[in-house]
């Protein structure tokens, strides 16, 4: 083997490779190889929604970076990459730095990295284990990239004290003033509590009960972590908090700016594996942020060993078409003053940024005189960003929650009337915030300030449209809010049932104009994500244990699945253990789960009738994701005790009518769960297989296993 190879301008080094990659996720490999030699990274997102995978996702998503883009750089920096896998980071890297050194136990990995970044000139990769690599790097690093690498310690270093003389090793190899920065899993995240399975090991509290003696990897808590710092002598340290963790993370908090009540909504993203739903999450944490103690139960930390930043908190909107992806900043200056920036993320976001300012200038000419506050805009060129004061006060979404949570719905209707008045005054000016939800406006006593305005438009849009949004968003991000009758509000400000047909149409249509057209990260959640399962003891069912064979169906009218609402249809199985289910649903319709089973089981699909029109005769559109393997293209085997198929209705091309029925015929047979486990994880191997071989490997299956 030639010790250095070059694919395009990356440098891969294989001088300490010792021939065999010990760490891999199997076969899924060979298809991200062939997804970034094939394509250009700008068709990632539409390959994502294609293969609706989690690996996949996982390791092309552009949300991945984010963990570093924030990171202030000045283009000349030298960095380290250790355990850079397929390149997520190392793009980002070489973007933002002078000079990027990669390295990576998996020859497979480290080809994946080279080929999808390959017009990067300044990145070289060494293959192999970090302890056979180490002694040749140089000792003038600016920064060492540690991103989801630090809790493997062990396996890299292999000592009695894994994790110190880790860190002691890479501490050699920085300049003065050099940074380490690592993203790991806090051991007692809330989401562990909550029911999500440890992220390395699979189980169920692995972490909170403090792993095994041969766990391959261990995770830590925040004074776990501070502990090894110091006893390195790593003293200068700071704590960041990614949201929803680090791995696809969208918002970043800190010990200097912590999450505020209520803030945190983004909370059941179980892509990889099922999980439970032992209580709410968003509560919990309320909790936790009241009493201080955020930091210590946070999913993730970011720690930057080293000297600090003066970005306490940053947001990204990068889930959207290019000309609108951009990232909200705060820093706090020597003075402690804080000031809110807003970065495009691309070129094509430039010119979103720079008309901040504009609309700024027309808001507050519309709400002079009024009782709505406009928070200031000033660009900054040379930056290119535009900068906000920083305004305190409660958000109003924070007040109405208040209302709702002690059950006085005069206040709180009192609150929507004072917000239907301030910002409904000027109403024929033709300057309007499409985007006026609660959670843009701050309360400050008798002062109320838009904070967020990105999405004004120069025309007049009526103020019950603009209350509509802010009403459908409010309900949209917590069911908690599901006990308020919003319906009853929609009457007061007098929008009729075809006003909100309508609205609902026009919000459709923004959301696709605001993503280009590209799925949100709840829509893949929905298309990937695993079962989120709450105990039935917990969801108020009967204390008796299902059958085996008891259908439950779930119907999403746009506020997500809940337990209560669901039903066990009068409809069984026949003796041919095929049942046909007549599910009637209003126009609001977004989704419909059936759970065909309470065991592992493989259900085979005949007939799909949408208002009398068959799936496989017209074009009905309807989506059809189960939690379980596709055996063909009309049968699925399930491996959980918790089987379900989703059909998705949020096509615009789906006719609806005010009543619609979705009639399903399926067959279920029950088989044991060890089978369906297996038989799930060949077809997985099957994945890489040839279209002829996978072929044939199917038809055994099926000769074998599908009911006849």
């Not at 980002?92 to 497979?108: Q, T």
């Amino acid at each position: 083997m030639q010790e250095e190879v070059f694919i395009g301008n990356v440098k891969l080094n294989f001088k300490h490779y010792a021939g065999l990659d010990l760490y891999s996720d199997g076969p899924i490999e060979k298809e991200i190889f062939e997804i970034v030699r094939k394509h250009k990274k700008e068709e990632y997102p539409e390959i994502i929604e294609k293969k609706a995978s989690w690996p996949i996702l996982y390791h092309l998503s552009e949300l991945r970076s984010n963990i570093v883009e924030w990171i202030p750089m000045t283009g000349k920096e030298k960095v380290l990459e250790v355990g850079a896998g397929c390149g997520a980071i190392t793009g980002m890297l070489s973007e933002k730095a002078g000079e990027v050194i990669a390295c990576d136990l998996s020859r497979r990995r480290s080809e994946i990295n080279a080929t999808r970044n390959s017009e990067c000139d300044n990145v070289t990769i060494h293959v192999g284990n970090f302890r056979d690599i180490e002694p040749d790097l140089p000792s003038d690093f600016d920064f060492i990239f540690l991103i989801g690498v630090f809790e493997y310690g062990q396996g890299y270093i292999g000592t009695e004290n894994p994790y110190e003389n880790f860190l002691s090793m890479l501490k050699k190899h920085l300049k003065k003033d050099g940074r380490i920065v690592i993203a790991i899993e806090n051991r007692i995240g809330l989401k562990y509590f909550a029911g999500a399975a440890e992220d390395h090991l699979g189980g169920y509290f692995d972490g909170i009960e403090g792993y095994s003696k041969d766990s391959v990897a261990r995770t830590f808590t925040r004074s776990g972590l501070i502990r090894i710092f110091k006893k390195c002598g790593m003293n200068d340290y700071h704590f960041y908090y990614p949201y929803p963790d680090y791995k696809l993370m969208t918002a970043l908090h800190s010990d200097k700016y912590l999450p505020a009540y209520g803030e945190l909504q983004d909370n059941v993203k179980n892509y990889d594996r099922d999980r439970l739903l032992l209580f709410n999450e968003k509560r919990a944490y309320e909790c936790l942020i009241n009493d201080g103690m955020y930091a210590d139960f946070a999913n993730s930390f970011e720690v930057i060993l080293g000297p600090g930043f003066d970005t306490v908190y940053c947001k990204y909107s990068n889930d959207r078409a290019d000309e609108f992806k951009i990232r909200t900043d705060i820093t706090v200056d020597k003075l402690g003053r804080k000031l809110i920036k807003k970065y495009p993320l691309t070129e094509a976001a430039e010119d979103h940024i720079f008309g901040m300012q504009d609309a700024y200038y027309a808001l507050r000419e519309r709400y002079r005189g009024g009782d709505l506050e406009v928070n200031d805009c000033q660009l900054d060129e040379k930056s290119r960003c535009a900068m906000f004061s920083y305004v305190n006060g409660i958000p109003l979404t924070a007040l109405f929650d208040a209302c709702l949570e002690s059950d006085d719905m005069d206040s709180f209707n009192a609150l929507f009337r004072e917000y239907m008045r301030r910002i409904g005054y000027r109403p024929d000016y033709p300057v309007t915030d499409y985007d006026l939800i609660f959670s843009n406006i701050l309360v400050n006593g008798p002062i109320w300030t838009i904070i967020d305005y990105e999405w004004t438009y120069g025309k007049c849009i009526p103020p019950k449209e603009i209350a509509f949004r802010a009403l459908y968003s409010y309900m949209l991000e917590d069911r908690s809010r599901e006990k308020l009758d919003v319906k009853a509000l929609y009457e007061k400000i007098e929008l009729t049932e075809e006003d909100i047909k309508g609205l609902l149409s026009e919000e459709a249509d923004f959301q696709k104009y605001v993503t280009g057209r590209r799925k949100s990260s709840v829509e893949l959640w929905k298309m990937i994500g695993r079962t989120a399962i709450v105990p039935k003891e917990l969801a108020g069912s009967s204390e008796t244990a299902r059958s085996a064979e008891e259908i439950q169906i779930y119907v999403d009218e746009g506020d997500g699945y809940s337990e209560d609402d669901s039903i066990f249809p009068d409809e069984t199985y026949d003796d041919h253990n095929i049942v046909t289910l007549d599910i009637e649903c209003n126009d609001n319709v977004q989704n419909v789960r059936i759970d065909p089973a309470f065991a592992s089981c493989i259900v085979t699909i005949k007939q799909v009738i949408w208002n009398n029109i068959s799936v496989e005769e017209g074009e009905t559109y309807i989506s059809i994701h189960p939690n379980g393997s596709w055996l063909s293209e009309d049968s699925i085997v399930f491996g959980t005790d918790d089987p379900n198929i989703e059909f998705g209705f949020a096509d615009d091309r789906i006719e609806k009518k005010r009543e619609n029925h979705l009639k399903i015929t399926m067959m279920t047979t029950l088989i044991p769960k060890e089978t369906a486990t297996t038989l799930e994880d060949s077809l997985r191997v099957g994945q890489s297989d040839t279209t002829e071989e996978k072929g044939e490997f199917l038809e055994k299956i099926k000769r074998k296993l599908l009911p006849k």
